[in-house]
């Protein structure tokens, strides 16, 4: 077993390298996708063989071992940190947003594209995505756009605190799996995956910052802490709006009047923003109404009834159904909020990489085997840059590469569900041992 550790710790480490040394990953987007894959695979085999040691490891070269995975997972970001954000577009946005911010003026209020703004514009400001709809991203996240665009405009500083979000949800998760009396090993499901690293550092997502503020809730969940849990599921819906499906579940074992601290808190990080009126809402309809990609259960949804309207309806009764089961059931709340966010990203029509990050320490927490191979498999989306090139408006999905993200993790679900019940965050490990 320690051969196995040793050599696919080595060969992880090589594969980074490699993504380091291509620089442009768009550029060279057959050997990044495929470096991407083997990387997965490197981790998988690295945590199995983790999982397989830790029990007869002294308490003292388990905190070593702990150490050293914290120390890996920092290394591996400083990384891939001087990459340039080449497989996303996401961050000139970001920076954008920050821009306007700190000329003074309401970044819901004009598109990017407006003539109002052109005096803002600069270099990169040809590279933002879709400059003539409004920003969808809400109030805490454009706090921070505009706190890191203060300290520097550069897009290697918004990578920078793309990597500190990441690096606080490392911490937590080590908090939640104490506090869960899980082994520290399934820290490195998380900390040591490829994916977090290439989609926060390397593309300087700031996805990370609503995993943490989730995390962070449920920690103070589990602590007895129910006014900061309540808080910070607050900051986790106005830095994303995925974070809202665990506010029922958790809010419901709670007083009444945490709704309306609930809604308090979401109110003050609107309030500054509000003068832009309703036209805050014209993003959300866009992406709702526009937007297909890497979809999973949507695509067959869609197939079978033949119409965009109907699978959106169809979806929509799902996740309600769903939420209402397990609202009667009354599960933990941790454990039925971690199924409703994995029944959520599934059935969402547009499902980039980055996206199934959301339940990875989650996942990590669990051994969830089904989406932790999910995420292995996530780069296989990137092959639309290899099926395609020039024109983005012109480019193909390639439908292929579904098959291969989403039925190894049905299967897994399907073997895992019939041998044990569904896994959730607290749950034994066994069936990696």
């Not at 409703?340 to 959301?358: K, N, Q, S």
Request: charged share 15%; hydrophobic share 55%; glycine share 8%.
């Amino acid at each position: 077993m320690l051969v196995a550790l040793t050599a696919s710790s080595a060969m992880l480490a090589a594969c980074m390298l490699g993504l380091w040394s291509l620089g442009d990953l768009r550029a060279n987007a057959l050997a990044a996708v495929l470096l991407m894959l083997l990387a997965g695979i490197c981790h998988a085999l690295l945590c199995w063989s983790l999982a397989r040691v830790w029990p007869g490891w002294s308490a003292s070269r388990r905190r070593v071992v702990t150490g050293t995975i914290l120390f890996t997972a920092l290394a591996l970001r400083l990384l891939l940190l001087s990459m340039p954000p080449t497989l996303s577009d996401d961050i000139y946005r970001y920076r954008w947003d920050g821009r306007v911010q700190a000329a003074g003026r309401n970044p819901y209020a004009e598109p990017p594209a407006a003539a109002a703004l052109e005096s803002l514009r600069d270099e990169q400001w040809s590279r933002i995505n879709y400059p003539r709809i409004r920003t969808i991203y809400p109030p805490l996240a454009q706090v921070l756009f505009a706190v890191t665009y203060r300290l520097g405009n550069s897009i290697r500083m918004f990578q920078a605190v793309a990597v500190l979000g990441d690096l606080l949800v490392i911490v937590l998760l080590l908090g939640c799996l104490r506090a869960w009396r899980r082994p520290r090993w399934q820290l490195a499901i998380y900390a040591l995956h490829p994916l977090p690293a290439i989609e926060f550092a390397a593309s300087g997502h700031f996805d990370g910052w609503a995993i943490a503020a989730v995390l962070a809730a449920l920690l103070a969940h589990t602590r007895g802490r129910a006014v900061l849990s309540t808080l910070l599921l607050a900051c986790g819906v106005l830095l994303k709006t995925w974070p809202l499906v665990f506010v029922p579940l958790i809010l419901r074992h709670r007083g009444r009047w945490h709704w309306p601290l609930f809604a308090g808190g979401l109110l003050v990080g609107y309030a500054p923003f509000l003068g832009a009126g309703v036209v805050m809402l014209q993003p959300w309809l866009d992406y709702a109404g526009r937007w297909r990609f890497n979809d999973g259960v949507f695509f067959v949804l869609h197939a079978v009834s033949g119409s965009l309207a109907s699978a959106k309806a169809i979806t929509a009764g799902l996740g309600l159904g769903l939420l209402l089961w397990l609202w009667r059931r009354r599960d933990d709340p941790v454990q039925a909020g971690y199924w409703l966010l994995i029944a959520f990203t599934v059935l969402m029509p547009t499902i980039h990489p980055w996206y199934l990050l959301w339940a990875l320490p989650f996942a990590a927490a669990a051994v969830d085997i089904g989406w932790i191979a999910l995420c292995t498999l996530a780069p296989t989306a990137y092959w639309i840059l290899v099926a395609n090139t020039g024109d983005s408006s012109l480019w193909v999905e390639p439908w292929w590469p579904r098959l291969v993200e989403y039925l190894p993790a049905l299967a897994i679900w399907a073997w895992h569900a019939r041998a044990t019940g569904p896994p959730a965050p607290g749950e034994s490990a066994r069936h990696w041992r």
